[in-house]
């Protein structure tokens, strides 16, 4: 077991539930994508590259799906949000199965795939 699945099988419920689902949603929408344990939280990345990750941040209730580059996404994914001011980093708040939009985020994984191809810089603008 990774250090990264090992983290996800740790999370008290809900979030423990959501992390497994939505990973297995990344795996199967981006077979190639690399899971890795960055930070003490799973990161995922494609082509060597971080594109995303899971976290539970502190006094929230939601699990947070965070997109390295999402602040080039957020035009056309305006579900993204800016959680206290990241400067490139979007995220979606997930909170239960029920709100989650597997459709939309497979369309969102799949254009922070091209994007991360296509920038020199994961971490800039």
Same mark, same amino acid.
Request: charged share 25%; glycine share 2%; hydrophobic share 40%.
């Given at each position: 077991?990774? $250090?990264?699945?090992?983290?996800?099988?740790?999370? %008290?419920?809900? =979030?423990?539930?959501? *992390?497994? !689902?939505?990973?297995?949603?990344?795996?199967? /929408?981006?077979? #190639?994508?690399?899971?890795?344990? +960055? !930070?003490? #939280? $799973?990161?995922?990345? =494609?082509?060597?590259?971080? *594109?995303? !990750?899971?976290?539970?941040? &502190?006094? /929230?209730? =939601?699990?947070?799906?965070?997109?390295?580059?999402? #602040? %080039?996404?957020?035009?056309?994914?305006?579900?993204?949000?800016? !959680?206290? +001011?990241? %400067?490139?980093?979007?995220?979606?708040?997930?909170? /239960?199965?029920?709100?989650?939009?597997?459709?939309? =985020?497979?369309?969102?994984? &799949?254009?922070?795939? &091209?994007?991360?191809? &296509?920038?020199?810089? /994961?971490?800039?603008?």
């Amino acid at each position: 077991m990774n $250090p990264a699945e090992l983290h996800i099988l740790n999370q %008290k419920e809900p =979030f423990q539930s959501l *992390m497994l !689902y939505i990973r297995s949603v990344v795996k199967r /929408t981006l077979p #190639i994508i690399e899971e890795k344990y +960055n !930070y003490g #939280i $799973p990161f995922y990345h =494609f082509q060597k590259r971080p *594109m995303m !990750y899971l976290n539970v941040l &502190k006094g /929230t209730n =939601f699990l947070d799906v965070a997109f390295v580059q999402g #602040i %080039k996404l957020q035009e056309n994914f305006p579900e993204l949000q800016d !959680y206290k +001011n990241r %400067k490139n980093v979007r995220s979606i708040q997930v909170k /239960t199965l029920e709100d989650f939009d597997e459709v939309q =985020f497979i369309e969102l994984l &799949k254009a922070a795939a &091209k994007l991360s191809l &296509k920038s020199k810089s /994961t971490w800039k603008n």
